[in-house]
């Protein structure tokens, strides 16, 4: 679709394809990407609104794990079965895979609550970040590069996503440090269904997330032959927020050794609540390293 969020809505609503073997089946349609392979937020997004439509509406997505496990083809559409493997009187589990040509190529297993009170303390949003309004956007970033994954960065991404350093796109200016921060949301409204924000949320949060070990070791996202894949994702929603309002999204990598990385990550709202909490592991491998 030219408009890259009616995309990601019609990425998001998923056909409903019956049951088979005690489980749910889904069906949903890949977005175009550049590399002709289908994006790893996209493919977690879908997986997560498989299995929040299995649940009932009081129990809340809480926490997801997920891993990679094929390349998805952008130009196939992906089967979601979904296993309802414990119904709990607080919590629900299910697990859900993700099929291309009768292959696996996402295992995910979320967990589900219904909502309570509790203890309640987070650790607070850094203080003295500059406003989104005041950061260039992708577009500007990337302006004039002439490249399908410049422009797709800059155009064709259901999110507006600004950057708090100078970007990686081309080059790593500054302190070779192992944190960064980004500004996000979508680039208009979305319904004011609380699952597909939570989607749309684990979406967005594989944007950027490898990027602090990058930025590290001074490796552009242009670095000729440089070989990125995700391996897992996990995340963590500790409350609720909108994704077509800013959030910060504060990324930081403890680690990487022998071809992986890990980075850790914290998304706020504008106004310093924490809302989501995401761990990444990635295949990283640089020539010559």
Do not use: C
Not at 24 to 34: A, E, K, R, V
Request: proline content about 7%; aromatic content about 8%; charged content about 20%.
């Amino acid at each position: 679709m030219s408009d890259p969020l009616s995309g990601l809505i019609a990425a998001l609503d998923l056909e409903n394809s019956g049951s088979r073997d005690g489980e749910d089946l889904f069906t949903g349609q890949s977005q175009w990407m550049p590399s002709g392979r289908v994006f790893g937020g996209q493919v977690l997004a879908q997986s997560l609104t498989a299995a929040m439509r299995t649940v009932p509406a009081d129990r809340v997505l809480h926490s997801m794990h997920g891993y990679f496990l094929r390349p998805g083809d952008a130009t196939k559409p992906i089967t979601f079965s979904v296993d309802r493997i414990h119904e709990g009187r607080s919590f629900a589990t299910r697990r859900t895979q993700a099929y291309q040509d009768g292959q696996p190529i996402l295992s995910l297993i979320a967990s589900f609550q219904t909502e309570d009170t509790g203890l309640d303390h987070q650790i607070d949003m850094p203080a003295d970040m500059p406003q989104p309004e005041d950061l260039p956007t992708t577009a500007e970033n990337l302006a004039g590069i002439d490249h399908p994954v410049a422009t797709h960065w800059a155009n064709g991404r259901p999110f507006d996503v600004r950057n708090v350093e100078t970007p990686i796109y081309l080059s790593v200016d500054g302190a070779r440090v192992a944190h960064q921060a980004v500004w996000m949301k979508s680039i208009g409204p979305l319904p004011d269904d609380p699952n597909l924000h939570r989607a749309a949320l684990a979406y967005a949060s594989d944007y950027s997330i490898l990027e602090p070990i990058f930025r590290r070791h001074g490796v552009s996202w242009v670095t000729p032959n440089l070989k990125v894949a995700s391996l897992d994702h996990a995340m963590w929603f500790h409350r609720f927020s909108r994704v077509d309002e800013w959030l910060l999204y504060v990324e930081e990598s403890p680690s990487a050794q022998g071809g992986r990385g890990l980075s850790m990550g914290r998304i706020y709202t504008r106004n310093g609540v924490l809302i989501a909490s995401v761990a990444q592991e990635g295949m990283v491998r640089v020539p010559g390293v």
